[in-house]
């Protein structure tokens, strides 16, 4: 296929005859140790307002300097989604009154977005690819936290997460479907991750996101959205939308309006709910902020960036494909993030190079992935290395192990973290080649089933395949299969 | 000594390190007189013996051992806007009246490293909006040469202290004029600076884009050693410039006034309103300065009518926005009781903020809102831009400007000019911080009612050093800026 027919525009899989229209805000942490106009640290999880400086606090005279870091990691990601960059982005204020918002208003971006209309491409389980637009990215302060439930009749206010860095990035409305939504903002994770921009953890809040859903009879114009806000789990996004769908499609088939909202969804209950009406938004009155400059950047400072590029999860993909034969799906599946991509072009490399690129990669998605996850744990606390699984490999490619026994030796190797070699040695594991060696086990099977021997010649194969079968348990495994089949053959004549 | 007040800060700084007097005589003898006149003038909103006394020793064991610097024990009064760690600091506000900050300005912590000696803090219009100094919460400050006329403002304070010489020098800020009306109103020399020329972290905001620190003395001269302490590049301001600082001092006598060409704006000289007497006194200082050699060249600077509706878009829009963390959670006023967080805040607000200030919020807030900002804020920033190319094509064929700083001497108290009236005596001011330049007040002789008239000098980008040195040098040909209000002449 190609890329214009792969990036062909699906044809929507509709609901009852309702075509469904998400587009998604993501807020992302950016990976900085200070805040984004002040000195503080960005660490998570400490005393409340420890790391509250009179910036943050919105001390009377106080003024922002940006922390010049998150204008890198901004046009980092500009870079990974193929975007425009603005080399004279403009900070706004963004002004409501709120609690947990010190100033009065927060810092963002209106008119000028550091990245300007981008995109990516993301795949869905049955291996269809669709480009999806990003209309821009933009810088901004987070808020701090407001607590309500320990102080009696009062509130408190946490300002530690205050002017923590953030990336707000905006799509087009161009997913059709909860699956197509959930398959993009898993493909944003991966890029932030991949970058190194942000750590992504969604539990902590460093990565969440606002979807915007609508139904319309195909063809006609964008329904009536309501906004979705703060989903901090894939499994609560995928679970908001769904719920979204059939509430407005319930709304609708009966005839009735959709209110322009934004609404919480409540996974307990298993509903979304209003939180506030189109007319109850917020006039923000955004301006220039003219407390900060534009943020000019030159033209060696985004090649710079460029250069510093790691290869893209898309690049790599294509070149797994080419280089080590693997399928569209293996490619996908391998390029989730880019520690296991790594992993697996180390074990590529250790098992004895690209050749050895599809056993590589079924190990690594199957047999180790297996491992992990039965552990709980996550690639970088493996207790398996990548050299030590591509060494494995290698005796399967030069036959000392079989496949099968080679599961044996992952085994041991999981546990005692020995190498394949030590393993294979100390516990005799060495596949048996000797031709002569298997041609005495082989008689000896045939001599003690000669039923199944005179079966065999009348026509019925499955018979020849419980004689091997028998040769294999009688070498305990280690009998090289192919030689085994092969000498069989040879010896019923 | 009873007359060190009548030290030029020159005379002072020599006093000092000859030790004919010690800093904390120096310091002393400013606060007995604060002690004795301030009463009638009104001018401090916190004095801070104690304090002040501990730096004088400081000061004094620096000049002892010989490592003072340049100003090192000569007292100053700041400006109530700029932040002092420690020391109330309020703004002229009830919103700020139990706010003591927890840190210093950097013009403030300038003036400490410097060695010079904090008297206290000085009155100021709520949030520096204002032209009277009267809406400050802590009532009308007077000018020194008319108890029953206004100083001026916002920095009425400021004018008032060194006019009735209660400190020799003052920190002041200005937004739309707020430095040079209230030095004209008080017959002082008074220096806004170019927009990023002194850093704004730690003054607190009223209009980011127009607001400028800058110093006021009796004269140029004196203006110049402020100047050499307060300027500067500060990192912890983005807006303020990094580029090297001019030696003020030395640089008095650089500038040839022989040669030197004044532009005459033909449109601001025919302002209606403009007072006759005023205009005289700032002619015949022309004439002066003509004399000295200088050139007067007619210009047009055709914007002008667009002055005050720009600047009160811009001003007050940015001012709506600065102002919102005054919400009663954090810091400041707080009401009584509130039932929820939208009455604290409507109370806090409401309650703690002057008539002056509601009014800017509510014009700021209409300028911004939705399906208005493109009509007023937008097309006010365009008309700024043309405001600043009208001056800049001026400076093709001049070296400076020449206006009256006001169009008026000094108002009465409770004149109770209506916002308008107000608003228009900020005509030859305004423009200048619309334009981010440079302008100077030199006092220039009095009305009938013996009321001091300032002319001001408006030059290109980073002349402070230029209109510093004409001032100057008309004030060593001229005695208008060693006059003296009868209140200063009392001795403690």
Partial sequence: ?493 | MTDLHRLSIREMTEGLKSAQFSSRELTQHYLDRIAKIDDRVKSYVTVTPEQALAQADAADNLLKSGTAGVLTGVPLAHKDIFCTQGIKTTAGSKMLDNFVSPYDATVVAKAKAAGLVTLGKVNMDEFAMGSTSESSFYGATKNPWNLEHVPGGSSGGSAAVVAADLAPLATGTDTGGSIRQPASFCGLTGLKPTYGRVSRFGMIAFASSLDQGGPMARSAEDCAFLMNTIAGHDLKDSTSINKEVDDYVANLNATAVKGLRIGIPKQYFNVQGLDVEVKARVEESLKKLQDMGATLVEIDLNMTEAYVPTYYLIAPAEASSNLSRYDGVRYGYRCENPTDILDLYKRSRSEAFGAEVQRRILIGTYALSAGYYDAYYVKAQKVRRLIQQDFLKAFENVDVIAAPSAPTTAYKIGANLSPTEMYLGDIYTLAVNLAGLPAINAPVGFDTNNLPVGLQLIGNYWSESQLLSIVHQYQQNTDWHTKRAAIAEENA
């Avoid at chain 1, 309702?18 to 805000?25: L, P, S």
């Avoid at chain 1, 503080?40 to 943050?56: C, H, I, K, R, Y």
């Avoid at chain 1, 893209?312 to 494909?321: E, G, S, Y």
């Fill in chain 1, 1 to 493: 296929m190609t890329e214009a027919q792969k990036l062909a525009p699906s044809v929507s899989k509709l609901i009852d005859g309702w075509e469904v229209v998400i587009g998604i805000e993501i807020h992302t942490q950016l990976a900085t140790q200070s805040k984004i106009f002040s000195g503080s640290s960005t660490e998570f999880g400490q005393d409340p307002n420890t790391q509250a400086s009179l910036v943050d606090l919105a001390m009377p005279g106080v003024l922002p300097v940006l922390n010049q870091e998150v204008v890198d990691l901004a046009i980092r990601f500009g870079l990974g989604i193929d975007a425009y960059i603005d080399q004279a982005s403009v900070f706004a204020r963004k002004n409501y009154f709120y609690p947990d918002s010190p100033k009065g208003y927060q810092i963002s971006q209106m008119d000028n977005p550091i990245v300007g209309l981008g995109h990516i491409d993301i795949q869905l389980e049955d291996g269809t690819v669709k480009r999806i637009g990003v209309t821009r990215a933009h810088l901004e302060e987070d808020a701090g936290k407001s607590i309500h439930d320990q102080f009696e009749g009062m509130s408190g206010i946490d300002l530690n997460r205050a002017g923590t860095p953030l990336l707000e990035i905006v799509s087009e409305p161009d997913m059709r479907s909860v699956e197509e939504a959930v398959a993009y903002i898993k493909s944003i994770h991966t890029l932030v991750r991949w970058l190194g921009i942000s750590d992504g953890n969604m539990a902590e809040g460093s990565f969440r996101a606002d979807c915007n859903v609508s139904l319309r009879r195909p063809g006609q114009p964008f329904g009536t959205r309501c906004e979705l806000k703060n989903l901090n789990s894939f499994r609560f996004i995928e679970q908001a939308i769904n719920v979204e769908i059939q509430r407005q499609m319930d709304i609708l088939e009966d005839g009735g309006r959709i209110d322009q909202e934004t609404r919480l969804f409540d996974p307990n209950k298993m509903e979304t709910r209003s939180m506030r009406s189109k007319e109850e938004a917020n006039d923000y009155r955004y301006f220039p902020d003219p407390d900060l400059l534009p943020v000019i950047i030159a033209n060696e400072q985004i090649e710079a960036a460029r250069a510093a590029l790691p290869e893209l999860p898309k690049a790599r993909r294509a070149r797994f494909i080419a280089d080590f034969a693997v399928t569209e799906y293996d490619a996908h599946v391998l390029t989730l993030s880019r520690e296991l991509a790594d992993f697996y072009e180390a074990v590529v490399t250790a098992s004895g190079g690209a050749a050895q690129g599809k056993v590589a990669a079924n190990w690594v998605m199957g047999e180790f992935s297996g491992a992990l996850n039965k552990a709980s744990l996550e690639l970088q606390d493996s207790p398996v290395s990548a050299e030590q699984l591509g060494g494995m490999i290698a005796r399967i490619v030069d036959n000392t192990i079989s496949g099968k026994i080679a599961k044996q030796v992952f085994g041991f190797m999981w546990e005692e973290g020995k190498t394949a070699d030590d393993i294979i040695a100390e516990k005799g594991l060495k596949q048996e080649t000797d031709t002569g060696a298997i041609e005495a086990i082989i008689k000896e099977v045939l001599a003690a089933n000669e039923k199944m021997v005179e079966e065999y010649k009348s026509g019925k194969e499955k018979a020849f395949n419980g004689l091997v079968g028998q040769v294999m348990k009688a070498s305990r495994g280690k009998a090289n299969p192919a030689q085994v089949n092969e000498l069989m053959k040879k010896l019923i004549g």
